[in-house]
């Protein structure tokens, strides 16, 4: 079974501290993958992508894959009451001949103002 | 501006009605999704569709009908709809031949009354 398990949350952060998000993945083989922000009665936003092991930066945002332990997690420096969302990890799998991508049920982040 | 643009924005259906959702995208996909998210629950995928062949159905009841005419277009056909069956209704695309990321649209937000 492919599952993509990330926590629920929420998460409570005051505004200006780091936000970390953490994500978990079954599949070893898996290759590709995603951080979406969501808010409230919206589309999911693709917010970061990763596919090497180690960190990358954009911004704010630094996601960080370790593919030996089977992680991905998602930094958000200087955290501002907009960060406040639903944080969709994802990741490509391959199943019956195909890659397919699987979404967690996201971590619901709070910023406390 | 997303690349996947949906239609209707809203929608609101009583339960023998026989509604349409549309969902088309320029950029060159050739994956494309539907999911179906309710209130305060994660993502569930519906359908996935690659180079207009339907590769997965998630064991949707058939009162929900998906159709794809070629790569660029994806609509599912609603009918006899229950109240339960309102949600935000997500088309995404992805290219197929690489693992790469999904591009949501807009949702289209379906009550059924």
């Known amino acids: 079974q492919k599952e993509v398990e990330q926590n629920s949350g929420p998460l409570s952060v005051p505004e200006g501290a780091i936000a970390s998000l953490n994500c978990t993945y079954s599949?070893?083989?898996?290759?590709?993958f995603f951080w979406y922000r969501q808010y409230s009665g919206k589309s999911p936003e693709l917010i970061m992508s990763?596919?090497?092991?180690g960190d990358k930066e954009d911004g704010r945002f630094t996601a960080q894959l370790n593919k030996a332990s089977q992680y991905v997690s998602l930094l958000i420096r200087d955290s501002q009451p907009s960060d406040s969302a639903t944080y969709l990890c994802?990741?490509?799998?391959?199943?019956?001949?195909?890659?397919?991508?699987?979404f967690g049920k996201g971590t619901r982040l709070h910023i406390l103002p | 501006e997303t690349g996947v643009t949906q239609t209707p924005r809203h929608l609101v259906m009583g339960m023998t009605n026989k509604k349409s959702l549309k969902c088309e995208q320029h950029?060159?996909?050739?994956?494309m999704y539907w999911y179906k998210q309710s209130a305060k629950k994660p993502l569930e995928l519906m359908f996935v569709?690659?180079?207009?062949?339907?590769?997965e159905n998630n064991s949707v009841p058939s009162r929900f009908s998906p159709e794809c005419p070629n790569s660029s277009h994806l609509f599912l056909h609603l009918h006899t709809l229950q109240p339960e069956d309102s949600a935000l209704y997500l088309c995404?695309?992805?290219?197929?031949?690489?693992?790469?990321?999904?591009?949501f649209g807009q949702g289209t937000r379906l009550t059924v009354v």
């Open positions: 569709y690659n180079f207009k062949e339907q590769t």
């Open positions: 995404a695309s992805s290219q197929s031949s690489d693992a790469t990321e999904a591009f």
């Open positions: 599949d070893r083989v898996s290759q590709s």
């Open positions: 950029l060159g996909h050739n994956a």
């Open positions: 990763i596919y090497s092991n």
């Open positions: 994802a990741v490509i799998v391959w199943a019956n001949r195909d890659d397919k991508i699987i």
